[in-house]
C-alpha cells in the first residue's frame, strides 16, 4: 500500500481503482511520491484505471507541490491512463474545479459530497 505522511492509500474491491486518503496539507515530496506511484501502475496496468481521492482535511496542497518533473509526467501519461478521476469531499471550489477539467479532458472527472457516493458511482461503471 502507498504511504506518505499526507496521503495513504484506501484498498478497494474494485481492482482497477486507486484510491488514496489526504488527510493533511500535501507537501511536493507526498506529490512527487505519489506520481512515482502512478508512474508504475499506469506502466503496468493493462487498461485505463479509475482514481479517487477522498479529502479528510480542508487543505489542499502547498503552492507549487504538483511542479515536480514526475508530477508533470503522471499528469501527462493520466490522459491516456485514467478514464475516471473522482473526488471526494474536496475542500473549497477543488470539486467544482475537477468537474470543469473533466469537460475539456479526455479523462470523466467527477466531484462528490462523500466517499460512499463516489464508489458508489464508480462500482456503477463498465469495468474498463
Request: charged content about 25%.
Amino acid at each position: 500500500m502507498f504511504v506518505t505522511p499526507t496521503i495513504r492509500e484506501i484498498p478497494t474491491d474494485l481492482p482497477h481503482l486507486h484510491a488514496f486518503r489526504i488527510v493533511a496539507e500535501v507537501t511536493r515530496d507526498d506529490m512527487t511520491a505519489m506520481s512515482e506511484h502512478m508512474l508504475e501502475v499506469f506502466d503496468a496496468a493493462p487498461t485505463k484505471v479509475d482514481m479517487l481521492l477522498q479529502f479528510d482535511t480542508d487543505a489542499t496542497a502547498e503552492a507549487g507541490a504538483g511542479l515536480s518533473l514526475d508530477s508533470l509526467k503522471a499528469r501527462v501519461a493520466s490522459l491516456a491512463k485514467v478514464r475516471n478521476y473522482v473526488v471526494s469531499n474536496a475542500p473549497g471550489v477543488a470539486g467544482g474545479l475537477v468537474e470543469a477539467m473533466g469537460k475539456v479532458m479526455p479523462v470523466e472527472a467527477r466531484a462528490f459530497e462523500t466517499e460512499d457516493a463516489a464508489l458508489t458511482w464508480l462500482k456503477a461503471q463498465p469495468a474498463p
